[in-house]
């Protein structure tokens, strides 16, 4: 089983709704976890469980909500995780701490540069107590080099090891209003995404799947869900 942490104040259940769905058509058993204050994934992805915690079955993939670690989720299940890959989406110190987020297979620092977003995803570097390797994936227009150098300078005195390969993912009109069309639907639609996007989620998923799967095939499985009604 892989973990993989998305970590930063940034509002990122879109993305991973996107990356769960793209890696299930892949053939992989995956679990999204919401571990964020404002459980987002309780309002936008559907279900007909009202209770603090559950799990859910949305197209394919099981999204944990309400949960505070592995263990509350493993009770609910009644057993231990059996999954592919386990997607965690981390807004605080606390779940970084309780998710055990270093001993994640990967983490990834999500981030555009906005005030809010940096400053909170800087509350959880805070809590690192050892050194802890992070992919950048910022969220930019522009994604300049002086943006990428002044992440490095708020991060200097935190124990971080930015991985050498940065992810920008574009902030477009476009996809949001495909995230709004998804939430309307209860569906995970990617037509109408950017190409831009689209090979963002691409190349983020090669790094989860450390190339087991090509780019090549990923694209394909790109456009077979781009082709879904």
Same mark, same amino acid.
């Given at each position: 089983?892989?973990? @993989?942490?998305?970590?930063?104040?940034?509002?990122?259940?879109?993305?991973?709704?996107?990356?769960?769905?793209?890696? !299930?058509?892949?053939?992989?058993?995956?679990?999204?976890?919401?571990? !964020?204050?404002?459980?987002?994934?309780?309002?936008? @992805?559907?279900?007909?469980?009202?209770?603090?915690?559950?799990?859910?079955? $949305?197209?394919?993939?099981?999204?944990?909500?309400?949960?505070?670690?592995?263990?509350?989720?493993?009770?609910?299940?009644?057993?231990?995780?059996?999954?592919?890959?386990?997607?965690?989406?981390?807004?605080?110190?606390?779940? $970084?701490?309780?998710?055990?987020?270093?001993?994640?297979?990967?983490?990834?620092?999500?981030?555009?540069?906005?005030?809010?977003?940096?400053?909170?995803?800087?509350?959880?570097?805070?809590?690192?107590?050892?050194?802890?390797?992070?992919? %950048? @994936?910022?969220?930019?227009? !522009?994604?300049?080099?002086?943006?990428?150098?002044?992440?490095?300078?708020?991060?200097?005195?935190? %124990?971080?090891?930015?991985?050498?390969?940065?992810?920008? $993912?574009?902030?477009? $009109?476009?996809?949001?209003?495909?995230?709004?069309?998804?939430? !309307?639907?209860?569906?995970?639609?990617?037509?109408?995404?950017?190409?831009?996007?689209?090979?963002?989620?691409?190349?983020?998923?090669?790094?989860?799947?450390?190339?087991?799967?090509?780019?090549?095939?990923?694209?394909?499985?790109?456009?077979?869900?781009? %082709?879904?009604?």
């Amino acid at each position: 089983m892989k973990t @993989v942490g998305f970590l930063g104040g940034y509002d990122k259940i879109d993305m991973m709704l996107y990356i769960a769905r793209i890696l !299930t058509v892949a053939q992989k058993q995956v679990l999204l976890i919401d571990a !964020t204050a404002t459980q987002k994934a309780r309002y936008v @992805v559907p279900t007909i469980d009202s209770g603090q915690t559950y799990i859910t079955n $949305f197209v394919g993939f099981d999204v944990a909500v309400g949960f505070n670690d592995i263990e509350e989720i493993e009770q609910y299940l009644g057993k231990s995780l059996n999954y592919d890959i386990v997607l965690m989406d981390i807004d605080t110190p606390e779940a $970084f701490r309780n998710f055990e987020a270093y001993d994640n297979d990967k983490n990834y620092f999500v981030t555009a540069f906005d005030l809010y977003s940096l400053k909170k995803g800087l509350e959880i570097l805070n809590a690192c107590n050892e050194t802890i390797e992070l992919i %950048k @994936v910022i969220f930019s227009n !522009t994604m300049s080099k002086e943006e990428n150098q002044y992440l490095d300078y708020l991060s200097s005195s935190y %124990k971080v090891v930015w991985n050498e390969n940065i992810i920008n $993912f574009p902030i477009e $009109f476009g996809s949001y209003s495909v995230a709004m069309d998804n939430q !309307t639907t209860a569906r995970i639609k990617i037509k109408g995404l950017s190409e831009q996007y689209k090979k963002s989620l691409n190349y983020l998923i090669s790094f989860i799947l450390d190339d087991e799967i090509s780019t090549k095939e990923i694209s394909k499985i790109i456009k077979k869900i781009e %082709k879904e009604v």
